[in-house]
């Protein structure tokens, strides 16, 4: 959280309240920091309920028994709640907040103190008393002392006696001078503030100054007080004559240097004290405070950094460390009045910057316990960022990113808008799936609203940061779940929208490869031919079954074939791929030369059904321009149910005229708005584009493939994985097995991973062994798709080893799909399942980034590094055993392989046997 530096240092917050202050604390509070409390603090100042503890004088600790056992405390335990003992409710969480002085104050107020019964204590030590004689008595002798007093006084011309010769009682001191200057500021204030001036009889009374200032007395006229701070002595004082004076206290036998040693030893006494008590406060108190606490997990506050500290109870485990930014305060402000009574809110106010309401929300699942986090801007120009660290523990979840990471600590990125988008055009920025989702190690869940305007940034190894955007003044809100451990947290995760239900896509395209269709595409002959080219080859490798898909382009060709009759189209359709099955694909976007677009805008009535700018009062919407596949195009309007209802009955009368099973759909990810910084209409902000448009194209039908997903993974659709590199890297290969638990981790366990080998910018892959390693990967996925035949870049073994894997994929791989697609469905489990979903507490099996389960039966571990053939292998699961399919050898769960053989026809896969 970022802050003006202008923010005070104001107070902190104590989870247990104290007594209620005495008159004098109040008005100390009320009158000399009157600029540092609200109308409503004042109130509840005045009203005696609680009292800032900066002025609780030090002897308080010992005075209030519950107090002193409060500060002799462990860090963390909470000490009873006075306010029970009054009747006033109070829930979990409770606290009784209140204003506290940062320690550089209260240490000056300290030294005041001291200073101030510095003065009193010497007044008291110092203090003489003139014992005046009887009519007609005797002089009595000046002791040594007052002597030299007179002799100073009197070289200084100003005389000690009256006019008249009466004695007169006075106050004689020893080194006035240099007392004055060191203690008589102090004692003249405290004598001022207490009256202990003031006219004095003329018979024999005790002297009853408490300062050393003197009194003039006169005969015949009654004493009038001098101002205490009024040095000058009268001036018809005769010098003659001293009066007698005696040391009172118990000190009349002792010698000046005992005097000023014992003087010398209450002062370093007091000190001593003094420091003590500041160093329990400053320096010995822990830098946590507790702020809200629940049944399961608190939260506390972290001076020392300004970070919000989430714990597990009742061990106190830590949790989740949140950098609220650069706040400049060490102690939290005060607390708005509406929270103080509500044990289940806790509220922090910066002053014309920001405020931070946390509250506790009823829980998602049992054994897990929630915390809503509400950031609220004061001011326009203020950035809200909270930081999570990484530091202890891993993440996982939020935005597919080119070269997927798992967990997300390796990752980086700069800070950027949170939208799905097209890593071939912006490589830097994050993929087509993503999810306001991110899981933590320790067994926490954060949860973004999907309305919050949010950028995303993650620093590799050290912290990711959600922020809202400049200038907005928008909120920012998210949710922290706190379960017993993270496999815990992600089944009591709500992976869909409320109310929504998890239908499955088409099954039947699980057990059919999909076949790439790479041929000429200049016209619809040339097409034809070469998809009859391509099934003829099939056929003559024994590979005759599947679907070939064909590409947006040669798609628009075909349907640009309209003077044909649909009838005849339909007869002649099945010829071009049989016996396999076609899929064609379609995209939301229109060139602004093409014939759609075109016939779109005709006679005008159909502008709306592309997105445009928000047209002023009276005029028409202009379209939104855009870039797709190099060319200048316009977006559908997905938000317009003319628009809708037209492009659909397009896509059903291609898919019939065409005689196509399967219909897949590019381009629904990305922002056109956020790209061209345009505002853009609510619905459509953030990823709201693609949600909409996924479910209008969930009216298709089950057979129905989408490029992106954002809250959409309940719907029957297939989600269509980013293309990869042809290559090792985590841009390739080795991103393949991170993308597959992060889609299936998110809830989109129905994808279609990239085509075997790699497809980024039409590469074909020259390497056999990078082929075959990724072909016994995708076995194991729920689709299996070829961009380049296998006979076109390896040897006739590999094809061998192809079909090998698409019969082992019918037979053994599919109906495991099938059987934890119903646990899916009802309880939204992930498919394919990270190791730590058997080890949820070893960190160990955190990191691992090339192994998965399918379900809880069946583990995979291939080799991705290229030329090996050894490999180490982590079996989750302790107490469980390992069946190796390759050696039918028993291993135990919870324990690692080291360098177990794998050829470059062989992959490593376990099967659970208990």
Request: hydrophobic letters at 40%; one cysteine or more; a neutral charge.
């Amino acid at each position: 959280m970022k802050l003006s530096p202008r923010v005070s240092r104001r107070s902190s917050r104590f989870p247990w309240a104290r007594p209620a202050p005495t008159p004098c604390a109040r008005a100390v509070l009320l009158c000399a920091l009157p600029q540092r409390f609200s109308r409503e603090e004042r109130e509840e100042t005045e009203r005696g309920r609680c009292i800032p503890s900066f002025l609780y004088p030090p002897w308080d600790v010992f005075l209030h028994p519950w107090l002193f056992a409060a500060a002799s405390k462990p860090s963390g335990e909470v000490m009873p709640n006075p306010t029970e003992k009054r009747g006033l409710e109070r829930g979990p969480g409770s606290h009784c907040p209140w204003p506290r002085l940062p320690v550089g104050l209260r240490a000056t107020c300290v030294l005041l103190l001291l200073l101030l019964l510095l003065g009193v204590t010497g007044c008291c030590w110092l203090r003489q008393e003139a014992e005046p004689p009887g009519l007609g008595a005797e002089p009595l002798s000046p002791s040594p002392a007052v002597e030299e007093f007179a002799v100073e006084e009197a070289a200084e011309g100003t005389p000690l006696t009256s006019g008249s010769g009466q004695r007169e009682r006075s106050c004689s001191f020893p080194s006035f001078k240099q007392f004055l200057n060191l203690t008589g500021f102090g004692a003249c204030f405290w004598s001022y503030s207490r009256g202990s001036f003031g006219a004095i009889p003329e018979d024999r009374v005790e002297l009853s100054q408490r300062v050393f200032f003197p009194v003039l007395l006169q005969e015949g006229r009654e004493a009038e007080p001098q101002h205490p701070c009024d040095h000058t002595m009268p001036l018809s004082r005769h010098t003659g004559q001293i009066p007698e004076s005696t040391w009172t206290l118990g000190f009349r036998e002792m010698t000046e240097p005992w005097k000023g040693a014992v003087g010398c030893l209450g002062v370093a006494v007091f000190f001593a004290m003094t420091i003590g008590i500041i160093s329990w406060q400053a320096v010995e108190q822990s830098p946590e405070e507790w702020v809200l606490r629940g049944r399961d997990a608190g939260m506390l506050w972290e001076r020392g950094r300004g970070a919000l500290l989430l714990r597990a109870l009742p061990a106190g485990r830590p949790v989740l460390a949140i950098a609220v930014g650069s706040v400049p305060a060490t102690e939290p402000p005060p607390p708005r009045d509406r929270c103080w009574h509500d044990g289940g809110q806790f509220c922090y106010s910066w002053e014309e910057d920001a405020e931070l309401r946390l509250s506790l929300e009823p829980p998602a699942a049992p054994g897990t316990e929630c915390y809503g986090v509400r950031w609220t801007p004061l001011r326009p120009d203020l950035t809200l960022k909270d930081c999570f660290s990484m530091a202890n523990v891993s993440w996982y979840g939020g935005p597919s990113i080119r070269a997927q990471r798992w967990p997300l600590n390796d990752a980086e990125s700069p800070a950027q808008p949170l939208v799905s988008g097209n890593l071939g055009t912006n490589p830097e920025g994050f993929g087509p799936v993503l999810e306001r989702y991110f899981l933590g190690s320790t067994g926490v869940t954060v949860t973004v609203a999907p309305d919050v305007p949010l950028l995303l940034s993650v620093e590799s190894h050290r912290q990711f940061c959600l922020e809202t955007p400049a200038g907005r003044a928008e909120p920012l809100r998210y949710q922290l779940c706190v379960s017993a451990d993270m496999a815990a947290a992600r089944r009591h995760a709500a992976s869909t929208p409320a109310g929504a239900a998890r239908t499955l896509p088409d099954t039947a395209l699980l057990p059919s490869p999909i076949w790439r269709y790479h041929g000429p595409e200049g016209s619809a002959a040339k097409i034809k031919r070469g998809l009859r080219s391509l099934v003829r080859r099939l056929k003559r490798h024994r590979l005759q079954e599947g679907v070939v898909a064909l590409g947006e382009r040669g798609t628009a060709v075909l349907a640009t074939a309209d003077l044909v009759p649909s009838e005849r189209r339909k007869r002649q359709a099945p010829a071009l791929v049989e016996p396999l099955e076609l899929s064609i694909t379609l995209s939301p976007y229109a060139g602004v030369t093409s014939p759609l677009f075109l016939r779109s805008l005709r006679g005008g009535e159909a502008a709306g059904y592309w997105l445009g700018r928000q047209p002023r009062p009276g005029g028409s919407s202009i379209p939104l321009l855009t870039t797709w596949k190099g060319q200048l195009c316009a977006r559908l309007n997905a938000t317009s149910e003319a628009a809708l209802g037209w492009y659909l009955a397009r896509a059903r009368r291609l898919r019939q005229a065409l005689g196509a099973t399967y219909v897949a759909f590019e381009g629904v990810e990305g922002n056109s708005f956020l790209e061209q910084d345009v505002p853009a209409p609510a619905e459509l902000a953030g990823d709201g584009y693609t949600e909409v448009l996924a479910a209008a194209l969930a009216t298709l039908g089950n057979g129905t493939v989408i490029s992106a997903g954002t809250r959409s993974s309940h719907l029957p659709l297939f989600v269509q994985m980013s293309p990869l590199r042809s290559d090792w890297s985590h841009a390739g290969l080795k991103g393949l097995i991170p993308s597959v638990l992060h889609y299936s981790l998110l809830g989109y366990n129905f994808f279609i991973p990239d085509a075997v080998g790699g497809s980024v910018a039409g590469a074909t892959p020259q390497d056999p062994e990078l082929f075959v390693r990724w072909l016994q990967i995708v076995t194991f996925l729920p689709v299996m798709a070829f961009g380049t035949p296998p006979w076109l870049c390896c040897d006739a073994w590999v094809v061998n080893l192809t079909r090998q894997c698409i019969q082992r994929h019918q037979d053994f791989v599919v109906p495991l799909l099938l059987k934890y697609s119903e646990e899916w469905q009802s309880l939204g489990y992930p498919i394919f399942r990270p190791a730590w979903w058997l080890s949820p507490t070893d960190p160990v099996a955190f990191t691992i980034e090339d192994e998965f389960l399918i379900g809880d039966e069946v583990l995979v571990a291939p080799i991705t590094e290229k030329g090996q053939t050894r490999r180490d292998i982590y079996l989750p699961g302790e107490g469980h055993l390992w069946l190796d399919t390759n050696t039918a050898r028993v291993f135990d769960g919870g324990t690692t392989l080291r360098n177990y053989s794998a050829s470059l026809a062989e992959v490593p896969v376990f099967v659970k046997t208990s």
